[in-house]
């Protein structure tokens, strides 16, 4: 028994140092090197080759392209692979013929190895082996040239606004500042300025400023820093983002009918200053702190700032009279991820339809049809009595006109 347990235990010792030596070759299937990076300095034409490795031992076939907005001056020599299972690696040979003019700084084209399927035959899964060798191209920078970083930081009474400036260019900054251009709520521009200061090359510096938080208390808001160096500008863009979106509940019904089929209305109030997608309310309803029913409503979208009113339809016919409280929880979704608001609950009195008929016209009619149907009716009968006062002043004035054609 002890000359099967240590036998047993050798063998699995010898398992993991096999299992670690195989795993760098599993693990190499790809491309070497990842990536071929050029300088401007040391000419135009290139002539490069990189090598997809096969370790797997796979047979198959893969197409190249090029992508990337350097990709009209890569010209590929090698547009298709096939693989044998025993072919380890195969190169793939490119050239590089870089303008008269290339951007300052890095720029990229990617070649991009595809494996194209074949027929797999029934109940197998087929993998695509999609892979990317990055060409960096890196241009000569001109004699003054900066980068810029915006970040921002909110205090209690102000926004810090600050630009991390870099200069990249052959020769000194003597003068540098940023000015900050931003819109608040009511659309009123806001700017402020940093203070002036140089940069040498090869260097960085922080630029700050101060923003009032008035008018920029939650939402979104574009902001432009445009950094003046020397004779020369630089505009960047970033989203400066205070608090998180919210949707309000601002209208339930008070009433339901028991045991029958209700018209609801609930209106939704969106506090972001962005329009907002897919608004929906997941419902939770409870007697005696037991819930008994749940639903969710239909979904709309919400113009930033604003409200909509959602008009549906809840199933009452298994629920009796009494008093009941509804967990109205809203879900949405802004340009960065989806929210969900805390639950919000509003109190809600099942009464049958005669006591129902006895509430005021605006309660009856909110609590079944909604609101906006007392709207309708109320529009419609102004409609109704101005087209018969119209009617009838017309009809006077046709009769006092053919009286006075008569004399």
Wanted: no cysteine; charged share 25%; glycine share 6%.
């Amino acid at each position: 028994m002890m000359n099967q347990a240590t036998n047993l235990k050798w063998r699995i010792i010898l398992a993991m140092l096999l299992l670690i030596l195989w795993l760098p070759s599993v693990l190499s299937l790809g491309i070497r090197p990842a990536k071929t990076e050029l300088a401007i300095e040391n000419g135009r034409n290139y002539k490069e080759t990189f090598w997809v490795v096969n370790d797997d031992g796979r047979a198959f076939t893969a197409i190249i392209s090029v992508q990337g907005e350097m990709a009209q001056y890569v010209t590929l020599q090698t547009e298709e692979l096939a693989f044998r299972g025993d072919e380890d690696a195969l190169p793939v040979e490119f050239t590089v013929t870089l303008p008269d003019q290339v951007p300052p700084g890095t720029s990229a084209a990617d070649i991009v190895v595809k494996e194209v399927l074949g027929d797999s035959g029934e109940n197998v899964v087929s993998s695509i082996l999609l892979l990317r060798h990055k060409v960096i191209i890196q241009g000569p920078y001109p004699d003054k040239y900066i980068v810029a970083q915006l970040n921002f930081y909110e205090q209690d009474k102000g926004i810090r606004m600050v630009a991390e400036v870099q200069n990249l260019g052959k020769k000194a900054v003597d003068s540098l500042k940023t000015t900050f251009y931003v819109n608040d709520k009511e659309q009123q521009e806001h700017a402020v300025e940093t203070k002036e200061t140089s940069l040498p090359t090869n260097s960085k510096k922080i630029l700050e400023a101060n923003l009032n938080k008035k008018g920029f208390e939650q939402g979104e808001f574009e902001v432009a820093a445009v950094t003046t160096y020397d004779d020369q500008k630089l505009e960047t863009v970033k989203i400066l983002r205070i608090g998180e979106p919210a949707v309000d509940i601002t209208y339930f019904n008070d009433f339901f009918i028991a045991n029958k089929v209700n018209q609801y209305s609930l209106d939704l109030l969106n506090q972001w200053n962005q329009k907002l997608k897919n608004v929906f309310v997941d419902a939770k309803i409870k007697k005696n702190n037991q819930e008994v029913d749940s639903f969710r409503t239909k979904s709309v979208d919400i113009k930033e700032l604003l409200a909509e009113r959602i008009n549906d339809y809840y199933n009452a016919k298994d629920q009796p009279v009494g008093e009941y409280s509804f967990d109205l929880v809203v879900n949405f979704q802004d340009s960065v991820q989806k929210y969900q608001m805390p639950p919000q609950a509003f109190d809600v009195e099942f009464i049958t339809e005669n006591e129902f008929e006895q509430l005021p016209v605006t309660g009856a009619a909110t609590g079944v049809f909604g609101t906006g149907s007392v709207i309708a009716l109320a529009v419609a009968a102004s409609i109704l009595v101005s087209g018969t006062i119209a009617y009838f002043v017309l009809r006077r004035r046709k009769g006092d006109q053919q009286k006075a054609d008569e004399i």
